[in-house]
DNA sequence: CCACTGCGTA
């Protein structure tokens, strides 16, 4: 089957504009008829010239007519149909497209099922994609990345680092698209440094792209160091790599240097965006001092860099105001929101009113949170608590009931810890470590040495705990406190102990890790789910908020 | 026949 060039058209199209009159063109769809040889050259053209013009309802059909009489375009005409579908969200015209081009035991070219599967994934279905990724017949770099983007989007993190390997077996090498991607999968503890590696060894680390990727995750990870390494080791940057090291020494509690880091990212030319500003109004979130700081940059967000604040710069100032204990502020802040506030920011309230313990506007911020995320486990347990402390029993089993209805299970804490290149991971009531009893006589001889300094087990830990219910001898077992013993246990007193920690840390964990890091001299570095901990010297990196 | 397209970061 003939197919016309899509450059011709393209060309022609630039070049006349005028002369593409669709109308007149859909009438001679119209009035097609089969046996017209004429036919099919005339109805690929009109096809590709709906496609250019990106008139998808003619396009589709066009693509109907084509279907049909089985005849197809070439693949630059579909890729401009695609986009058009994407840009539209026309779901169903984008999988009218895919059961056309594999009609008829017709296979398109790699290229295109690529840019089909990219369609699914845009559209957020990502079975539909993996479904043409299996079963495509070559598979080159670009469908490899394009999963791997999907699944680190997804928070796939396993299946993104999976893939990598497979590609690699299948003989495919990764590029700078794949590595920027699979380092958002990637795990700070575990294959991070091999994963930077392989990126010095076939020389990507000079993208842009790549290099805030590595910034980020790093960053992430806490190894700050490694971050500034990659950053300070850049020839030439641009606004996402300055970003992202703001980004990451805003989350690691480093907030003055951020701010100088973003003073001097001005001077180098570059105009903040969106993000950059989120980050800068995160590190002013860092210490007391820089409050006023972060309200200047908020309210001249507008005027310096035509920005209009929108969630996340609300939600950072939340933080920031609640933070310095300026509730009434941050709920006026709130109110005052010209984009509705979604369950993210209530949580900001929600977090400064457990740490400066305000029983009422916690409640109300607790119950706009699961207005709008009504899974949200932790914000349930953290109310039902609440209700219990004022004994609102009333309330506390409503809250229970809610839970048991809509199916909600508090996940047990876990922590988890690496030594010798292994992961091992300690669950609440969980005693299946091997040395677990080896554990618990140390943790006990700890928790006794330490109440000799003064510490006493914290009990009042309803307006803090996220893990909920458990008695106060369990506090010990706290999976963290595991954690961190098996740390000092497994390593020398240079090491860092790094553990990272799937639900909050609770009150007494918190005094506990700021006691061990000063007794026993060491880096504590703790992850939850929202930010760092640095304990180091009796304090911690979160000035005690979190 | 060739080259080209399509995949990525804060």
Known sequence: MKTISSKVVKKFITRSPSLLSSTASLTSIASFNVSNKAFPSSLLDDFAKFCYQRDLPRAMQALELMHTHCIWADCIAYSELIKCCLARRAIQHGKRVHVHLFSNGHVPKTFLINILINMYVKFGLLHDAQDV??????????????????????KLNDKALEFLVLMQREGVRPNMFTYSSVLRACDGLFNLRQLHCCIIKIGLDSDVFVRSALIDVYSRWGQLENALRVFDEMVTGDLVVWSSIIAGLAQNSDGDEALRLFKRMKRAGFLAQQPTLTSVLRACTGHAGLVEEGLYYFHSMKELYGIDPGREHYGCMIDLLGRAGRLSEAVDLINEMECEPDAVTWRALLNACRVHRNVDVAIHAAKQVLRLDPQDAGTYVLLSNIYANSQRWNDVAEVRRAMT???????????????????????????????????????????????????VPDTNFVLQDLEGEQMQDSLRYHSEKLAIVFGLMSFPRGQTIRIRKNLRICGDCHLFAKLVAKMEQRIIVIRDPVRYHHFQDGVCSCGDFW
């Not at 199916?407 to 091997?434: N, T």
Request: charged content about 20%; aromatic content about 10%.
């Open 405 to 455: 209805t809509r199916g909600i299970k508090k996940e047990p804490g876990c922590s988890w810890i690496e030594v010798c290149k292994q992961i091992h991971a300690f669950i609440l009531g969980d005693r299946s470590h091997p040395q677990i009893s080896e554990i618990n006589i140390q943790l006990n001889q700890l928790i006794y040495k330490l109440m000799g300094v003064g510490y």
């Open 133 to 154: 990724f299996e079963k495509m017949p070559d598979r080159n770099v670009v469908s490899w990345t394009t999963m791997i983007s999907a699944y680190s989007a997804a």
